[in-house]
């Protein structure tokens, strides 16, 4: 972390001096401080009330009580600038009110920061899409991959990965959420690992040819996972922190973990629908348990579904990958059209649907429900609830229409950009000490 505090406090000096605002010396230290801490600790909810607040709080308030949801995360950007990050409802059981930042699982919004990692990659020239991922001459080319039961899985390569056309389906259920059941039918003790995945796969005969079609496939993004370790010799979560998100000052984004007692300080609470039932934990344990609390192996879908995060550093993840003149992307123009091309299986890639314009990527898991949307006309919004519906991955319909018709009838964002913000309060208290 020493290297991130020198890009720190660079980032202070460009910002307070590139924007003429006073400053003396004995400031610096505090305001330094404060970018160490993050955004997640800079921003509060009472930054963003202005003309048409009331209406929002009005309208957004409705669509909880009617979901029945606990607590809902807002973020809205305009031309690459935060102008609105609002919580509403609770955090927790003992009814914490959600702040913007709080940390939330956004599920399989994680297959987008994935997809950046993997183009990270292709344009350092250490992975191509074109590269074959299983076999002697894959990049996973285990001894399990000399004979397989499908020799077509020798040929599914890292785009067939990232489009979801890698051969499997879920016609027999999602095997990325029933990894009781995967470790049993390669004889390994649970909690299943990537390992018992890969033995799966070896094992089984693919539904049609890579390439030849699109069937959403969690365990895919899984083994991208997988791809980018064997490539960068670094653990996924290690490798897009280090290479993506703390060089661009996004600090409390992470893997998330799987039972309650594991959570993070400023991690919500997650709530399912009424009527949920229990069910085995995957670890092996013979617990029974909430399916948002010991249900699933969350480290484990890490690069598929496994990261928390605010929806304030979000959006700021989103700024970089947006094509917009005010901002440096992170990837090229040309990487961005790549991910944007919604050629029948060959893309979008991380998106969930993507044209030239438009894009949006949705996320649903037991106690998460996740939607982004970034727009033609420069706004962007996130809604992140830490509540699930009964309608499952079908709830980000309902999520689009609601936030759409918000952002339609505010005919004026306020001219602010929260990620410059800096708390007086805190700066005062922090020269003083």
Not at 280 to 285: E, N
Request: aromatic share 12%.
């Amino acid at each position: 972390m020493k290297w991130f505090k020198y890009i720190a406090l660079a980032l202070v000096f460009v910002f307070f001096y590139g924007s003429k605002r006073t400053i003396t010396k004995k400031q610096i230290p505090a305001y330094y401080e404060l970018e160490l801490k993050g955004l997640n600790n800079r921003i509060s909810n009472d930054l963003s009330r202005f003309k048409y607040s009331d209406y929002i709080d009005r309208q957004i308030n409705r669509f909880i009580n009617r979901n029945e949801l606990k607590g809902v995360s807002v973020a809205v950007l305009k031309d690459e600038q935060l102008v609105f990050a609002q919580g509403y409802g609770f955090a927790n059981s003992e009814k914490e009110k959600v702040k913007p930042g709080h940390l939330f699982r956004v599920a399989s919004v994680s297959k987008l920061i994935t997809a950046i990692a993997a183009m990270k990659l292709v344009e350092d020239g250490r992975l191509s899409l074109s590269d074959k991922v299983f076999g002697p001459d894959g990049i996973i080319n285990d001894s399990i991959f000399v004979r397989v039961r499908d020799r077509r899985l020798k040929s599914i390569t890292v785009q067939n990965l990232l489009a979801h056309s890698g051969g499997w389906t879920q016609r027999y259920g999602d095997p990325a959420f029933n990894s009781l059941h995967i470790a049993g039918k390669v004889k390994d003790n649970p909690p299943a690992s990537i390992d018992s995945y890969l033995k799966f796969v070896a094992g089984r005969r693919l539904a049609y040819p890579p390439g030849a079609m699109v069937s959403y496939s969690n365990i895919g993004y899984m083994f991208l996972g997988e791809v980018i370790e064997r490539v960068t010799a670094k653990d996924y979560e290690s490798f897009v922190k280090d290479e993506i998100l703390l060089p661009n000052n996004i600090l409390d984004m992470h893997i998330g973990s799987s039972f309650k007692h594991e959570k993070l300080e400023n991690e919500v609470e997650y709530f399912e629908q009424r009527g949920s039932i229990l069910v085995p934990a995957f670890d092996g344990s013979g617990n029974l348990v909430a399916k948002s609390y010991g249900g699933n192996p969350i480290d484990l879908l890490g690069a598929a579904g496994g990261w928390i995060c605010s929806s304030v550093e979000l959006a700021r993840l989103l700024v970089l990958i947006d094509g917009n003149p005010y901002v440096q992307d992170i990837l090229s123009p040309s990487s961005l059209e790549q991910m944007q091309d919604n050629t029948y299986a060959k893309g979008p890639l991380g998106w969930r649907f993507a044209t030239s314009t438009t894009c949006s990527r949705t996320g649903s898991m037991a106690g998460t429900a996740a939607m982004l949307k970034r727009n033609s006309n420069g706004l962007t919004w996130i809604f992140i609830s830490n509540t699930s519906s009964w309608k499952g991955p079908y709830f980000s319909k309902d999520i689009r229409i609601f936030m759409d018709r918000i952002t339609r009838r505010v005919k004026e964002w306020p001219n602010v950009n929260l990620f410059n913000y800096y708390p007086i309060d805190s700066l005062q208290l922090a020269i003083n000490q």
